[in-house]
């Protein structure tokens, strides 16, 4: 059989290992197979080296949109941390609308879902991305299904990938698609990482809540809030700390913050938890009440909601020694 053509498509700026990544857990796979299933590619968007976001050049294989095939079998956009700033010439989008078309399957590592969108290749698809900038992908291309969650999504032909290592898990879950689950575990085994990983993305996640905002009764609140989490903050007691009647202060807080009182209060509290799961040993029941939480069974539910995954698997990937 001939190889399986892979393509990833670099744009300056992008992301070393959302390119070398994938392409090294497909050159595995070769390895494993013993034989060369996949040919792999690099597509830069004008010649000479392509100077990735560590200053560091790739050299790519074609030039897109004039020298480049509009068919692969598969081809993976990479991510580049300023890409949502980046001028796309409309024949490079016009190119990858063909490509698309004419791949077994296409996708993006990270943030080159966003290239994706302005291709119009999102539209009433379930998509992933990097959990701080799937809410910006969400405002963007709206006819997107964004799961911020996700680690890898497949929906049809399209197949995307949350940030950085991801990008890994993406191309281990294409060669399970297309050599089975035996070749798949062999080259996760020798690459060392997980045949599926825990979890959601959303265990990774720093966002939490911002620094306080709103007008100054709102931000002392807030900072009250922060560093009090297992006070009682219904929004009576918020309301009087904040000298307004509780519906004013409820409708006022949203208005100015994104967040009901209670969403903003849980927000806090989960992030409270997570510091003490990182660096405390203390038991479950116990960090529930230094956090506002009220009983162990409150806080795993809650946490479990918020992060993705339960209490004691994110100690035992997050906690240091």
Known sequence: ??????????????????VAGPLDVFAEANA????????????????????TSSGRGLVA??????????????????GAPRIRELEVRPDLLAWLGRAAVGCRRYGSVCSGAFLLGQAGLLDGRRVTTHWAVAEALAEHYPAAIVEPDAICLFDGKLRTAAGVTAG?????????EDLGDAIARRVAAQL????????????????GVSAPVGRSALQ????????????????????????????????????ETGLTPAAYVETVRIEAVRRLLETKDAALKQVAGACGFRDADTLRRAFVRRVGTTPAEYRRRQAGP
């Open 32 to 51: 494993q197979s013993g034989r060369d299933v996949y040919a792999l590619a690099v597509v830069g968007t004008e010649p000479g080296p392509i100077i």
């Open 192 to 207: 060392v990482m997980f045949f599926k990983r825990g979890g959601g993305q959303m265990q990774f996640s720093r966002r």
């Open 168 to 176: 890994l898990d993406l191309a281990l879950a294409l060669v399970e």
């Open 220 to 255: 002392a609140v807030q900072r009250w809030i922060a560093a009090h989490p297992a006070e009682d903050h219904g929004v009576e007691r918020l309301a009087e700390r904040a000298g307004m009647s509780p519906r004013h202060f409820a409708r006022l807080f949203r208005a």
């Open 61 to 78: 294989d074609w030039v897109a949109p004039d020298a480049a095939p509009a068919q692969f079998d598969t081809l993976l956009v990479a």
């Open 1 to 18: 059989m001939a190889p399986r053509s892979v393509a990833v498509l670099a744009l300056p700026g992008v992301q070393l290992l959302d």
